[in-house]
């Protein structure tokens, strides 16, 4: 079996970041459902699993030094990206993400399609590819690597958290830039894109072995450059600044307005400027998204209270739906989606509306005759009493054990016991005054 001469081109570029996809819990429209169960699982690991890998005994140590309970961490997730485990990327602020994806392959649909001899062979270089990537890399914790075959062409997602080692604090935390420096990246910018150039010329030398021929790099958005290629970008980069300056003095003038479809001029100039200039596409597009100027033919949003943000996002989860979270310059906050998912976020939406008119309606605090906190569930019948407050985690599962609820219906009914218990006590108004009917 021999390769196709003509010269291939390798893909190795950031990835969205969706276990729901790359686990094929819910499926795209270029998936072929007939092929799926071709498809390659080399790791498999939930996020939580694989944070408590990665940093339970590091905590542990930390929480151990610790003679004040409230600088305890109770979930390293948690205190960084404050909000619960989720199945998409979460950008902390100080801008680390919760893990980060990289899509590796060979090849386009034209001369590496999944079927044809060059698919096989480019499926096999990238199974071998992945054979040895953790012992490459050993400061990225892979937790969960597929290889696709039921799309137009083999590729992997590659899903890890990359861990470095500090002095200070928790010893051993999730950072990039540190996993870099101890791996013999160096520090710096371009210390990524070294170790992008490094990995595919490992890609390219297993290509060679099985007879594949690959091109030199494309430049672009996407692909990897070359050191000087990546300097003299990062150049034009700082050159822009001013015109990048500019964009974001316009969109502050916004005051963080919603709609603002009768802004066509401006709208133009941002949708124009961020998709030519490659060199800060993710600047302003973000900015755009978060002002909702971003192609508002294809985005929509609805206003949200903070605290229904973490219940909202995990009924998308379990959707197999993202949708961006932002705040604007009045401190409103919003769900912002796209519009060719609005039936499906409206559903997932409609669940998390359902689960609070039941809790309202259902779930009864008071005392019981001891003086203890009563907790009645109306429609099953059941009652919690509690001597003591137990921590979050705990009663949820009391809830879900007791009551029949899941996961998060048990986290709004603990919302809603925490209100009422606040209140009780004369310091907070119920939750009731706060669930949107």
Same mark, same amino acid.
């Given at each position: 079996?021999?390769?196709?001469?003509?010269?291939?081109?390798?893909?190795?570029?950031?990835?969205?970041?969706?276990?729901?996809?790359?686990?094929?819990?819910?499926?795209?429209?270029?998936?072929?459902?007939?092929?799926?169960?071709?498809?390659?699982?080399?790791?498999?690991?939930?996020?939580?699993?694989?944070?408590?890998?990665?940093?339970?005994?590091?905590?542990?140590?930390?929480?151990?030094?610790?003679?004040?309970?409230?600088?305890?961490?109770?979930?390293?997730?948690?205190?960084?990206?404050?909000?619960?485990?989720?199945?998409?990327?979460?950008?902390?602020?100080?801008?680390?993400?919760?893990?980060?994806?990289?899509?590796?392959?060979?090849?386009?649909?034209?001369?590496?399609?999944?079927?044809?001899?060059?698919?096989?062979?480019?499926?096999?270089?990238?199974?071998?590819?992945?054979?040895?990537?953790?012992?490459?890399?050993?400061?990225?914790?892979?937790?969960?690597?597929?290889?696709?075959?039921?799309?137009?062409?083999?590729?992997?997602?590659?899903?890890?958290?990359?861990?470095?080692?500090?002095?200070?604090?928790?010893?051993?935390?999730?950072?990039?830039?540190?996993?870099?420096?101890?791996?013999?990246?160096?520090?710096?910018? =371009?210390?990524?894109?070294?170790?992008?150039?490094?990995?595919?010329?490992?890609?390219?030398?297993?290509?060679?072995?099985?007879?594949?021929?690959?091109?030199?790099?494309?430049?672009?958005?996407?692909?990897?450059?070359?050191?000087?290629?990546?300097?003299?970008?990062?150049?034009?980069?700082?050159?822009?600044?001013?015109?990048?300056?500019?964009?974001?003095?316009?969109?502050?003038?916004?005051?963080?307005?919603?709609?603002?479809?009768?802004?066509?001029?401006?709208?133009?100039?941002?949708?124009?400027?961020?998709?030519?200039?490659?060199?800060?596409?993710?600047?302003?597009?973000?900015?755009?998204?978060?002002?909702?100027?971003?192609?508002?033919?294809?985005?929509?949003?609805?206003?949200?209270?903070?605290?229904?943000?973490?219940?909202?996002?995990?009924?998308?989860?379990?959707?197999?739906?993202?949708?961006?979270?932002?705040?604007?310059?009045?401190?409103?906050?919003?769900?912002?989606?796209?519009?060719?998912?609005?039936?499906?976020?409206?559903?997932?939406?409609?669940?998390?509306?359902?689960?609070?008119?039941?809790?309202?309606? =259902?779930?009864?605090?008071?005392?019981?005759?001891?003086?203890?906190?009563?907790?009645?569930?109306?429609?099953?019948?059941?009652?919690?009493?509690?001597?003591?407050?137990?921590?979050?985690?705990?009663?949820?599962?009391?809830?879900?054990?007791?009551?029949?609820?899941?996961?998060?219906?048990?986290?709004?009914?603990?919302?809603?016991?925490?209100?009422?218990?606040?209140?009780?006590?004369?310091?907070?108004?119920?939750?009731?005054?706060?669930?949107?009917?």
């Amino acid at each position: 079996m021999q390769a196709n001469t003509k010269a291939k081109t390798i893909s190795h570029c950031k990835g969205k970041g969706s276990l729901g996809h790359n686990n094929r819990t819910f499926k795209c429209k270029n998936v072929d459902g007939t092929r799926t169960a071709n498809n390659i699982t080399f790791v498999k690991q939930t996020i939580q699993q694989a944070y408590e890998e990665c940093f339970g005994t590091a905590v542990e140590r930390y929480n151990a030094k610790q003679k004040r309970n409230d600088r305890k961490i109770d979930n390293y997730y948690k205190s960084v990206f404050d909000v619960d485990y989720k199945n998409t990327v979460v950008i902390s602020s100080d801008k680390r993400k919760s893990f980060y994806e990289d899509v590796v392959g060979i090849g386009d649909m034209h001369d590496t399609a999944v079927g044809t001899v060059d698919g096989k062979i480019a499926a096999e270089c990238l199974t071998e590819y992945m054979s040895g990537f953790s012992k490459r890399n050993p400061n990225f914790h892979v937790f969960s690597s597929h290889l696709h075959l039921d799309e137009a062409t083999p590729h992997l997602h590659i899903d890890y958290i990359p861990i470095g080692h500090y002095k200070r604090g928790v010893d051993t935390q999730n950072g990039m830039a540190q996993a870099l420096s101890e791996m013999g990246y160096g520090n710096g910018k =371009d210390s990524i894109n070294k170790w992008r150039l490094a990995e595919r010329k490992v890609l390219e030398e297993i290509c060679n072995r099985r007879g594949i021929n690959i091109a030199p790099p494309k430049k672009g958005r996407g692909h990897t450059f070359t050191v000087d290629e990546y300097k003299e970008r990062e150049e034009k980069s700082r050159l822009l600044s001013e015109k990048e300056n500019d964009l974001r003095r316009k969109l502050s003038q916004l005051e963080g307005e919603l709609q603002i479809y009768s802004h066509r001029k401006l709208l133009k100039e941002l949708i124009e400027i961020a998709e030519k200039n490659d060199v800060f596409y993710d600047k302003i597009y973000d900015e755009m998204l978060r002002f909702k100027v971003s192609h508002p033919q294809e985005y929509t949003n609805f206003k949200v209270q903070k605290w229904e943000i973490d219940h909202i996002s995990h009924e998308l989860d379990n959707c197999g739906l993202s949708a961006q979270w932002g705040k604007t310059n009045t401190g409103e906050h919003f769900c912002a989606y796209e519009k060719s998912k609005e039936e499906a976020v409206k559903k997932a939406r409609g669940e998390f509306v359902r689960k609070c008119r039941e809790v309202e309606k =259902d779930l009864i605090i008071g005392k019981s005759a001891d003086g203890c906190l009563k907790i009645t569930d109306n429609s099953s019948g059941n009652v919690i009493v509690l001597g003591s407050i137990p921590p979050k985690k705990e009663l949820s599962e009391r809830f879900m054990q007791k009551f029949g609820f899941d996961e998060n219906k048990a986290n709004i009914a603990w919302a809603k016991f925490y209100s009422e218990k606040e209140r009780m006590a004369q310091i907070n108004p119920p939750l009731s005054t706060k669930l949107r009917k």
